[in-house]
């Protein structure tokens, strides 16, 4: 069974930052690649990054492009996603999920999400 | 980007119902569209890819149909489970986007 664990989530000032943690299990983890969604409650979804397999290629919303950072470490099983310079509307759930096959960027499996909240 | 809409926003049936609810892209995406469901205070969980391939265990009332611009996702015979919300996703190009979703409430 697939299982997707985030942590990391919390309180944070506007300016601050947070890295996120997602660690999986069930599959096989370096062959999939990884992404987060975010949601805020009452809201629809709203994709933020996603990374290969192999951690080489990343893609960023616009809107968080140059402030969030996603990586993976697969001997770990782990992917991360580092938010910088926090804004009030990045107050989210944020959802890890796992990209269901290389020619189709759907997302088969999802964690329970972590969520973050930016205030003053 | 390629910009998602669902309609309608909020549908209102009783158990036993055929519901339909319609996902529109702004440019065709062929058939690279993801239908998920979600639940109050859950993760979503995905029901439809490749517009109208079943996720396997998602239960056989939900069939997706569509192409190019204009998709459908219909449950056939509303189930007391199905009371949730539904949205759809294009994975034809990056940005992925969401439609804005569609919540499925009891008449």
């Known amino acids: 069974e697939v299982q997707l664990l985030e942590s990391g989530g919390g309180l944070v000032r506007p300016g601050g930052s947070l890295r996120l943690s997602c660690t999986a299990s069930?599959?096989?983890?370096?062959?999939?690649?990884m992404s987060w969604v975010r949601q805020t409650p009452g809201k629809g979804l709203d994709w933020v990054a996603s990374?290969?397999?192999?951690?080489?290629?990343?893609f960023y919303a616009d809107s968080v492009k140059g402030r969030f950072t996603i990586s993976r470490d697969n001997s770990e099983r782990a992917v991360y996603l580092q938010v910088n310079s926090l804004r009030i509307e990045d107050t989210a759930i944020y959802y890890c999920?796992?990209?269901?096959?290389?020619?189709?960027?759907?997302?088969?499996?999802w964690g329970q999400g972590s969520l973050v909240t930016v205030s003053s | 980007d390629i910009q998602m809409t669902q309609s309608p926003s909020t549908l209102s049936a009783s158990v036993g119902d055929r519901v339909t609810i319609t996902c529109r892209a702004n440019q065709s995406i062929s058939t690279w569209l993801a239908w998920y469901q979600q639940k109050p205070g859950k993760a979503p969980k995905l029901l439809l890819y490749?517009?109208?391939s079943l996720e396997s265990g998602a239960p056989s009332r939900f069939s997706g149909s569509g192409s190019g611009t204009e998709f459908i996702l219909t449950i056939s015979s509303l189930q007391p489970d199905d009371f949730a919300t539904y949205s759809c996703?294009?994975?034809?190009?990056?940005?992925?986007?969401f439609g804005g979703g569609t919540k499925v409430d009891i008449k």
């Open positions: 999920a796992k990209v269901a096959w290389a020619s189709g960027n759907f997302l088969d499996s």
């Open positions: 069930g599959f096989s983890f370096s062959g999939y690649a």
């Open positions: 996703q294009q994975y034809y190009s990056f940005p992925l986007t």
């Open positions: 990374i290969s397999a192999s951690g080489d290629t990343t």
């Open positions: 490749q517009a109208s």
